[in-house]
């Protein structure tokens, strides 16, 4: 359990991102504070549009929070970015949900 809260203490939420960065863009931004194991932007799956935030994931809690208390506010590519921990997100209990139904009805009126 311990080893799950520092993992989790190493990686980053960077909001506010321009469209325009991309992973390696925010590697770069963010590697002069350590090593950087993996930089993310999300992406709309539909569009392959940034969805205008990521995550930066350092070896280090000593090199997130470095990195943290000096970019958060911070300029990048023309936007100011907010930086936090991020935080784990909840398990999804995914039933599948949403899909095609039909259409008007079950056809037992098809004939009137």
């Known amino acids: 359990m311990i080893n ?3 993992c989790m203490s190493t990686k980053l939420f960077i909001g506010g991102l321009s469209y325009g960065t991309d992973d390696h863009s925010l590697k ?5 504070f350590g090593d950087v194991v993996e930089a993310r932007v999300i992406t709309d799956r ?3 549009r940034s969805r205008g935030f990521g995550f930066v994931n350092f ?6 929070n470095s990195a943290l208390s000096a970019m958060d ?3 990048l ?6 930086v936090s921990l991020a935080n784990e997100r909840p398990p999804r209990n995914n039933f599948g949900g949403g899909g095609f139904r039909g259409g008007y009805g079950d056809g037992a009126n098809d004939g009137y």
């Open 4 to 6: 799950a809260i520092r």
């Open 28 to 32: 770069d931004a963010f590697s002069s």
């Open 46 to 48: 539909d569009t392959g």
């Open 59 to 64: 070896s280090t809690d000593e090199s997130a």
């Open 73 to 75: 506010g911070q300029e």
């Open 77 to 82: 590519n023309g936007r100011n970015i907010r």
